[in-house]
């Protein structure tokens, strides 16, 4: 028996998340949400981290009913991510790796989402999409690497989303993608400009249908090109923008169509959470690895193809 | 400049030590900061110039003060 805790805290949500074998025992988390209009800066998302942390480790201690004693590893983001907020919660990190005197383990938070989606679903050899906030890549597992079969050129899908709900002040709670998967919803046509101007008034319902439908189409495109060149017959959706329900289905069409089988998670997994870096945290550790705490360092980039996957065949 | 903090004992400020040296500082160059431990003492060492030294120095407290928190609410129970 493994019992391994993950501390992640990269963007705007903090989690602390306890596995033991494959079993999620707690992941309390909290999110930093900024007014309309405003995204969340480094210093202030680091601020808010620092206030709320214990308290998070504390209920993820409480509700898995465990001691510190029961841990064997302590498992954080190493990256990638906002440099302020990943040193926030590595201190914690390490300081409770020696309070407690067990082994710390730097965890690369795409290898997280993989790892845990891979837990929660089932997903045996997936071709993975891993669309959030700060990263989109279509990955796939080969040869002791996920491999990065193509992403974005410039901003991640969630970065656009998030971009387009500050210029029109779409409400940040809970968060910018869910609020225009709702307003995309009511969007009753697809239209071909997003120029809509009803005599004094506006309406951008139709062009968050418009740009949702336009992003996740390209989405599904490189996802099924990757399939094709892997002959993959499994699609695995992670990362926040991953619980968006018209992804799933566009994706949906393109497996059923390739006579493949897809697999997403809900918002438990989907967001970022600490479950997540305790799972993969988990896999790292019982294939041997450790971090040393003088190599514990935080790092903004961290590709997902840079992790030597010790764990898997 | 230093700046010494005086811990109950010199496990507590070895553990202050590690927990925050292993990150760089965020500016690239020009500061030059330097964390040691002496008996149950801290000590951060800079020659920053007075213009960052507040920011710098800010930062440095904030990460300390969220290591002692830690230190005070997830400490195991000594045994003798």
Redesign the interface.
Request: hydrophobic share 40%.
């Given at each position: 028996m493994t019992i391994v805790i993950g501390f992640e805290g990269s963007a705007n949500k903090i989690g602390v998340g306890i596995i033991k074998d494959g079993e999620v025992l707690s992941n309390p988390r909290r999110t930093y949400i900024t007014p309309p209009g405003q995204g969340f800066m480094p210093s202030d998302t680091a601020r808010h981290h620092r206030a709320v942390i214990l308290t998070i480790l504390k209920e993820a201690l409480d509700e898995a009913g465990l001691k510190p004693q029961d841990i064997d590893c302590v498992a954080y983001t190493k990256g990638p991510g906002m440099g302020a907020p990943l040193v926030t919660v590595a201190l914690v990190a390490r300081t409770v790796a020696q309070l407690w005197d067990k082994p710390l383990l730097g965890v690369n938070h795409c290898i997280g989402h993989i790892e845990m989606g891979r837990l929660i679903t089932k997903a045996h050899n997936p071709t993975v999409l891993y669309v959030s906030g700060g990263n989109t890549q279509v990955i796939a597992y080969s040869e002791r690497r996920y491999r990065i079969f193509g992403e974005t050129i410039d901003i991640a899908v969630g970065n656009c989303l998030d971009r387009f709900a500050r210029v029109i002040k779409i409400s940040n709670d809970p968060s910018p993608g869910y609020n225009i998967e709702q307003m995309a919803k009511k969007g009753t046509q697809y239209v071909e400009l997003p120029y809509t101007v009803k005599g004094m008034d506006v309406s951008f319902s139709g062009i968050l249908s418009y740009i949702e439908e336009t992003l996740f189409s390209m989405l599904v495109e490189i996802t099924e090109r990757a399939m094709a060149h892997c002959g993959s017959q499994e699609v695995l959706i992670v990362g926040g923008v991953g619980c968006n329900l018209r992804l799933q289905e566009m994706m949906g069409v393109m497996c059923e169509e390739r006579g493949a089988k897809l697999f997403s998670t809900d918002e438990r997994f989907c967001i970022d959470n600490g479950a997540m870096i305790a799972q993969a945290g988990w896999e790292m550790f019982r294939s041997g690895q450790v971090t040393e705490l003088e190599d514990s360092w935080i790092t903004q980039r961290f590709r997902t193809d840079e992790v030597e996957v010790t764990w898997r065949a | 400049s230093s700046l010494d903090v005086p811990f109950p004992s010199s496990r507590e400020a070895l553990?202050?030590l590690?927990?925050?040296?292993?990150?760089?500082e965020?500016r690239k160059g020009g500061i030059s900061k330097e964390i040691t431990v002496k008996d149950n003492t801290l000590s951060r060492w800079s020659a920053d110039e007075a213009r960052i030294l507040r920011v710098s120095v800010n930062s440095f407290m904030?990460?300390l003060l969220?290591?002692l928190?830690?230190?005070e609410?997830?400490?195991?129970p000594v045994s003798q």
């Amino acid at each position: 028996m493994t019992i391994v805790i993950g501390f992640e805290g990269s963007a705007n949500k903090i989690g602390v998340g306890i596995i033991k074998d494959g079993e999620v025992l707690s992941n309390p988390r909290r999110t930093y949400i900024t007014p309309p209009g405003q995204g969340f800066m480094p210093s202030d998302t680091a601020r808010h981290h620092r206030a709320v942390i214990l308290t998070i480790l504390k209920e993820a201690l409480d509700e898995a009913g465990l001691k510190p004693q029961d841990i064997d590893c302590v498992a954080y983001t190493k990256g990638p991510g906002m440099g302020a907020p990943l040193v926030t919660v590595a201190l914690v990190a390490r300081t409770v790796a020696q309070l407690w005197d067990k082994p710390l383990l730097g965890v690369n938070h795409c290898i997280g989402h993989i790892e845990m989606g891979r837990l929660i679903t089932k997903a045996h050899n997936p071709t993975v999409l891993y669309v959030s906030g700060g990263n989109t890549q279509v990955i796939a597992y080969s040869e002791r690497r996920y491999r990065i079969f193509g992403e974005t050129i410039d901003i991640a899908v969630g970065n656009c989303l998030d971009r387009f709900a500050r210029v029109i002040k779409i409400s940040n709670d809970p968060s910018p993608g869910y609020n225009i998967e709702q307003m995309a919803k009511k969007g009753t046509q697809y239209v071909e400009l997003p120029y809509t101007v009803k005599g004094m008034d506006v309406s951008f319902s139709g062009i968050l249908s418009y740009i949702e439908e336009t992003l996740f189409s390209m989405l599904v495109e490189i996802t099924e090109r990757a399939m094709a060149h892997c002959g993959s017959q499994e699609v695995l959706i992670v990362g926040g923008v991953g619980c968006n329900l018209r992804l799933q289905e566009m994706m949906g069409v393109m497996c059923e169509e390739r006579g493949a089988k897809l697999f997403s998670t809900d918002e438990r997994f989907c967001i970022d959470n600490g479950a997540m870096i305790a799972q993969a945290g988990w896999e790292m550790f019982r294939s041997g690895q450790v971090t040393e705490l003088e190599d514990s360092w935080i790092t903004q980039r961290f590709r997902t193809d840079e992790v030597e996957v010790t764990w898997r065949a | 400049s230093s700046l010494d903090v005086p811990f109950p004992s010199s496990r507590e400020a070895l553990i202050a030590l590690r927990s925050l040296s292993p990150d760089k500082e965020p500016r690239k160059g020009g500061i030059s900061k330097e964390i040691t431990v002496k008996d149950n003492t801290l000590s951060r060492w800079s020659a920053d110039e007075a213009r960052i030294l507040r920011v710098s120095v800010n930062s440095f407290m904030d990460h300390l003060l969220l290591v002692l928190e830690t230190m005070e609410m997830f400490s195991l129970p000594v045994s003798q």
